[in-house]
């Protein structure tokens, strides 16, 4: 299985700053086909994940240009620059390049 | 606006097997290259995936859960239905669906995409 690390577990974070989360693979997420299989999710307090990034560093539709994600082969960030309030929750990073199907553990970001 | 909704039991006996059904609307499941998949996640913990299934019935399992799990499709009814036998108090979680793709091209699939929506999820207890 492909482990996902997600680093710092948590962050708290003043509003306007900006926060970054890491996440490496134990394996390339590259393909083959050219594309990297690798994404972020937000989920918030109640609510299911959200899709932020799609391979590395497209942002989803609706998500502001304040996301941006980064990286390539195992090594991987998503940078939230001049955090809102309403960023508050955990982030997960997923792989797709290979069954089964793995998360990161999740980075739990709070406003100070 | 495509929406998955969840729908199964709240509470469920160890031993007992569970059935979640995930109903899709806005769009139809029978779409070349979409699937479904399902993931759960324990209170306070991260997610873990557990099943895909594609509109052509290709069915994809988590090793460690496959000896317990079946996932079908039925796309008359545009549903996806999950079924977890012999189940214990750590499978206590909250159960999603969500929305998936992949491409497949002269006979050769490539790995699935991004999940989104996803479903509101379902929390399932197990206990006696």
Same mark, same amino acid.
Not at chain 2, 80 to 86: A, K, P, R
């Given at each position: 299985?492909?482990? /996902? =690390?997600?680093?710092?577990?948590?962050?708290?974070? +003043?509003?306007?700053?900006?926060?970054?989360?890491?996440?490496?693979s134990s394996q390339s997420l590259l393909h083959s086909d050219?594309? =990297?299989?690798?994404?972020?999710?937000?989920?918030?307090?109640?609510?299911?994940?959200?899709?932020?990034?799609?391979?590395?560093?497209?942002?989803?539709?609706?998500?502001?240009?304040? *996301?941006?994600?980064?990286?390539?082969? =195992?090594? *991987? +960030?998503?940078?939230?620059?001049?955090?809102?309030?309403?960023?508050?929750?955990?982030?997960?990073? /997923?792989?797709?390049?290979?069954?089964?199907? =793995? *998360?990161?553990?999740? +980075?739990?970001?709070?406003?100070? | 606006?495509?929406?998955?909704?969840?729908? @199964?039991?709240?509470?469920? &006996?160890?031993?007992?097997?569970?059935?979640?059904?995930?109903?899709?609307? @806005?769009?139809?499941?029978?779409?070349? @290259?979409? @699937?479904?998949?399902?993931?759960?996640?324990?209170? %306070? &913990?991260?997610?873990?995936?557990?099943?895909?299934?594609?509109?052509?019935?290709?069915?994809?399992?988590?090793?460690?859960? &496959?000896?317990?799990?079946?996932?079908?499709?039925?796309?008359? &009814?545009?549903?996806?239905?999950?079924?977890?036998?012999?189940?214990?108090?750590?499978?206590?979680?909250?159960?999603? !669906?969500?929305?998936?793709?992949?491409? !497949?091209?002269? %006979?050769? !699939?490539?790995?699935?995409?991004?999940?989104?929506?996803? %479903?509101? %999820?379902?929390?399932?207890?197990?206990?006696?």
């Amino acid at each position: 299985d492909i482990v /996902m =690390t997600q680093t710092p577990l948590s962050l708290s974070v +003043t509003p306007g700053q900006s926060a970054s989360i890491s996440c490496k693979s134990s394996q390339s997420l590259l393909h083959s086909d050219g594309k =990297t299989y690798f994404y972020w999710y937000l989920q918030k307090a109640g609510q299911p994940p959200q899709l932020l990034i799609y391979e590395v560093s497209k942002r989803f539709s609706g998500v502001p240009d304040r *996301f941006s994600g980064s990286g390539s082969g =195992t090594d *991987f +960030t998503l940078k939230v620059s001049r955090v809102e309030a309403e960023d508050v929750g955990i982030y997960f990073c /997923m792989q797709s390049i290979q069954l089964p199907l =793995t *998360f990161g553990g999740g +980075t739990k970001v709070e406003i100070k | 606006q495509i929406t998955l909704k969840e729908s @199964g039991p709240t509470l469920v &006996k160890p031993t007992q097997t569970l059935t979640l059904t995930c109903t899709v609307s @806005g769009f139809s499941l029978n779409t070349p @290259g979409v @699937g479904v998949g399902w993931v759960r996640q324990p209170p %306070g &913990k991260a997610l873990e995936w557990l099943a895909l299934i594609y509109w052509d019935d290709d069915e994809r399992y988590s090793p460690s859960l &496959k000896n317990r799990l079946t996932v079908t499709m039925d796309t008359s &009814k545009n549903q996806v239905v999950l079924t977890m036998t012999n189940m214990d108090p750590v499978d206590t979680a909250t159960y999603y !669906c969500a929305l998936t793709s992949r491409y !497949c091209s002269g %006979g050769t !699939c490539y790995p699935t995409n991004w999940f989104d929506p996803w %479903g509101q %999820g379902t929390l399932v207890a197990v206990s006696s």
